[in-house]
């Protein structure tokens, strides 16, 4: 069984940074593709980024594009989001999931996830 656990998130001002991290235990985290989703209040869950099975590749959103990278850690076994330029936008509760049968088509779906953590807070304010 894979567990997921995020932690990074707090509060940060405009135009700072923060680095989530995602820890995985139960399996390497090595053949799973791993995305970052937020839900801000309100609205609904969205993609924010991912990185393929085996490091392949990495896909973002729009929105975040420029601003946040996704990196994987095999020491650590772990996968991370670093978060610059924040926006007051950006507010929202951060989740990570790792799945395994995921293609490029599928990386942007909540759904097409096995295994999903519990969340991290991030909030971004003056």
């Known amino acids: 069984q894979v567990q997921l656990v995020e932690s990074g998130g707090g509060l940060v001002q405009p135009g700072g940074s923060l680095r989530l991290s995602c820890e995985v235990s139960?399996?390497?985290?090595?053949?799973?593709?791993v995305a970052w989703f937020r839900q801000a209040p309100g609205k609904e869950r969205e993609f924010v980024g991912a990185?393929?099975?085996?490091?392949?590749?990495?896909n973002y959103a729009d929105s975040v594009k420029g601003r946040f990278t996704v990196s994987r850690d095999y020491a650590k076994n772990s996968v991370y989001l670093q978060m610059n330029s924040l926006k007051p936008e950006d507010t929202a509760l951060y989740y990570c999931?790792?799945?395994?049968?995921?293609?490029?088509?599928?990386?942007?779906?909540?759904?097409?996830?096995?295994?999903y953590g519990q969340g991290t807070q991030v909030t971004v304010s003056s």
């Open positions: 990185t393929r099975q085996n490091g392949m590749s990495t």
């Open positions: 139960g399996q390497t985290v090595r053949p799973y593709a």
């Open positions: 999931a790792a799945g395994r049968r995921l293609i490029l088509s599928t990386v942007s779906t909540w759904r097409a996830y096995d295994y």
